[in-house]
């Protein structure tokens, strides 16, 4: 008999639990939980070079992201039978702050996106609708037959449109694409026909002229910057420029950690936020972009396979539809800054700096650990 046999076989002796074990415990996926851990790490780093290492950005962005984990944790914590009973409140509930918004928020830089309880926070509703939207179409595509008829896929349609044209109001073009997005990701993951989308796309494209002169001014301006940024190289052309300038001169291997000059002489606009990602392309080059890149690839395959997990119908739609949320969020991002994209204002997933974002996104991937840990299967 082995040690080890003699001590299994003692009265109350327990075998040692491993890290592992204790995560699958509460409910925690333990590689996608280290993916997200290395991605905030090295967008913690990032952000300290992009604010030319002032400590308070750095101090302020540890704590936000101390309670975005903490949310995430509580998130996975509840079961799947919850979220569904409560997705048509919670929906609901976030329509009315969004028309509370349109009728008495605070209005900031000419926009009107935010809620104000005075004296305790000033809180942006919008934010609450990327999860709340596909919550809620997965719930109404539930107890349906799938793939889903044309009455359904109008009804949701409908049940993304209005909270993502209260958004547009705001203006907020940016998060009005990012909930329509999650929205449409349920409706396209219950089986919608390929021909319906090509059909969509072309109903779109014919209808871009006059979706042309429902923009305001400054998004026609954006749109037109893309396609010829020079035309205008001190105003509306200068992000891009900029961006495009700073990922260039990084080249392979990059200037290195706190060297970047665009951003550290204020030539890169939003270097914190939004336009983050050219901070990375300039001191850690194109070596850089490529390792986040492939984070963020990890990140998604693996939220598509705890998706594919998850025990029921409800469950499979939100948290398939949630990981390609987070894929929009890398695209956009990434083409904004590009060039490729008009500007929207749509951070880089955990490494802009900001909570508001980073909390949804991690009560998202505590939702998706929820759905796919009670599943009746095994993660190992």
Same mark, same amino acid.
């Given at each position: 008999?082995? $040690?080890?046999?003699?001590?299994?076989?003692?009265?109350?002796?327990?075998?040692?639990?491993?890290?592992?074990?204790?995560?699958?415990?509460?409910?925690?996926?333990?590689?996608?939980?280290?993916?997200?851990?290395?991605?905030?790490?090295?967008?913690?780093?990032?952000?300290?070079?992009?604010?030319?290492?002032?400590?308070?950005?750095?101090?302020?962005?540890?704590?936000?992201?101390?309670?975005?984990?903490?949310?995430?944790?509580?998130? *996975?914590?509840?079961?799947?039978?919850?979220?569904?009973?409560?997705?048509?409140?919670?929906?609901?509930?976030?329509?009315?702050?969004?028309?509370?918004?349109?009728?008495?928020?605070?209005?900031?830089?000419?926009?009107?996106?935010?809620?104000?309880?005075?004296?305790?926070?000033?809180?942006?509703?919008?934010?609450?609708?990327?999860?709340?939207?596909?919550?809620?179409?997965?719930?109404?595509?539930?107890?349906?037959?799938?793939?889903?008829?044309?009455?359904?896929?109008?009804?949701?349609?409908?049940?993304?449109?209005?909270?993502?044209?209260?958004?547009?109001?705001?203006?907020?073009?940016? $998060?009005?694409?990012?909930?329509?997005?999650?929205?449409?990701?349920?409706?396209?993951?219950?089986?919608?026909?390929?021909?319906?989308?090509?059909?969509?796309?072309?109903?779109?494209? *014919?209808? *871009?002229?006059?979706?042309?002169?429902?923009?305001?001014?400054?998004?026609?301006?954006?749109?037109?910057?893309?396609?010829?940024?020079?035309?205008?190289?001190?105003? *509306?052309?200068?992000?891009?420029?900029?961006?495009?300038?700073?990922?260039?001169?990084?080249?392979?291997?990059?200037?290195?950690?706190?060297?970047?000059?665009?951003?550290?002489?204020?030539?890169?606009?939003?270097?914190?936020?939004?336009?983050?990602?050219?901070?990375?392309?300039?001191?850690?080059?194109?070596?850089?972009?490529?390792?986040?890149?492939?984070?963020?690839?990890?990140?998604?395959?693996?939220?598509?396979?705890?998706?594919?997990?998850?025990?029921? $119908?409800?469950?499979?739609?939100?948290?398939?539809?949630?990981?390609?949320?987070?894929?929009?969020?890398?695209?956009?991002?990434?083409?904004?800054?590009?060039?490729?994209?008009?500007?929207?204002?749509?951070?880089?997933?955990?490494?802009?700096?900001?909570?508001?974002?980073?909390? $949804?996104?991690?009560?998202?991937?505590?939702?998706?650990?929820?759905?796919?840990?009670?599943?009746?299967?095994?993660?190992?």
């Amino acid at each position: 008999m082995s $040690t080890h046999d003699f001590v299994r076989t003692l009265p109350g002796s327990r075998p040692p639990v491993s890290a592992r074990d204790q995560l699958l415990r509460i409910h925690l996926d333990p590689l996608l939980l280290l993916l997200l851990i290395v991605i905030v790490g090295f967008g913690l780093v990032v952000l300290y070079s992009a604010v030319n290492r002032d400590a308070t950005y750095f101090n302020n962005q540890l704590v936000r992201m101390g309670l975005a984990f903490t949310v995430m944790v509580v998130a *996975a914590q509840l079961d799947p039978g919850f979220y569904r009973r409560w997705s048509p409140v919670v929906y609901l509930f976030g329509v009315i702050l969004l028309v509370l918004v349109l009728l008495v928020g605070v209005r900031v830089k000419g926009s009107q996106r935010w809620l104000e309880i005075p004296g305790l926070l000033r809180f942006q509703p919008s934010e609450l609708m990327k999860i709340a939207v596909p919550m809620m179409v997965a719930w109404y595509f539930h107890d349906r037959s799938l793939p889903p008829s044309f009455r359904d896929v109008l009804v949701a349609l409908g049940i993304i449109a209005v909270p993502a044209g209260c958004i547009i109001l705001q203006p907020d073009l940016g $998060t009005g694409i990012l909930v329509a997005g999650a929205g449409l990701a349920v409706v396209v993951l219950a089986g919608l026909q390929w021909r319906w989308i090509g059909l969509a796309l072309l109903a779109l494209a *014919a209808a *871009a002229p006059g979706l042309w002169y429902t923009l305001q001014d400054y998004q026609r301006q954006r749109i037109l910057t893309l396609f010829d940024p020079e035309s205008d190289p001190l105003g *509306a052309g200068w992000n891009i420029i900029q961006s495009t300038t700073a990922i260039g001169s990084g080249g392979i291997q990059g200037k290195g950690l706190f060297q970047g000059t665009q951003s550290h002489l204020e030539f890169l606009p939003e270097s914190q936020t939004d336009f983050i990602i050219a901070v990375v392309g300039e001191e850690l080059g194109l070596v850089g972009i490529l390792l986040l890149l492939s984070l963020y690839v990890v990140v998604i395959a693996r939220g598509l396979i705890l998706a594919a997990r998850a025990g029921n $119908t409800y469950g499979r739609l939100l948290a398939g539809a949630l990981t390609l949320t987070f894929f929009v969020y890398v695209f956009v991002n990434i083409a904004m800054v590009s060039g490729l994209l008009p500007v929207v204002g749509v951070p880089l997933p955990l490494v802009s700096y900001g909570g508001t974002s980073a909390i $949804t996104l991690m009560a998202g991937f505590g939702l998706i650990m929820a759905l796919a840990a009670r599943s009746g299967g095994s993660w190992r």
